[in-house]
Nanobody, 124 residues
Framework: QVQLVESGGGSVQAGGSLRLSCAAS????????MAWFRQAPGKEREGVAA???????TYADSVKGRFTISQDSAKATVYLQMNGVQPEDTAMYYC??????????????????WGKGTQVTVSS
């Protein structure tokens, strides 16, 4: 069974940085889309960034140029580097995964596996 565990959330001032981590126990014989989502209180869940095993990435317009998704295959860990954070980035951040046979990923896919989330709070 695929398990995802997020870490790295916390409180940070506007303009600061955070790095979120997602430790993934996945089947090494499979290929996955890995993605980060976020949900703020009273708002719908939003796809933030997605990555496929060989490194192709996509980003929401709201985070382009500020956030970077990456992976360490040896550690089976996916990261979300968040730079220049703003109060509107405050949300619970979730890591998600789904098996894929394609060459690119999107946060619009239906993700099968989810972590429990890590809270990010940005103060002005």
């Amino acid at each position: 069974q695929v398990q995802l565990v997020e870490s790295g959330g916390g409180s940070v001032q506007a303009g600061g940085s955070l790095r979120l981590s997602c430790a993934a126990s996945v089947y090494r014989s499979s290929r996955y889309c890995m993605a980060w989502f976020r949900q703020a209180p009273g708002k719908e869940r939003e796809g933030v960034a997605a990555l496929v095993s060989d490194g192709s990435t996509t980003y929401a317009d709201s985070v382009k140029g500020r956030f970077t998704i990456s992976q360490d295959s040896a550690k089976a860990t996916v990261y979300l580097q968040m730079n220049g954070v703003q109060p509107e980035d405050t949300a619970m951040y979730y890591c998600a995964a789904v098996e894929t046979y394609g060459s690119a990923c999107s946060t619009k896919y239906e993700y099968a596996y989810w972590g429990k989330g890590t809270q990010v709070t940005v103060s002005s």
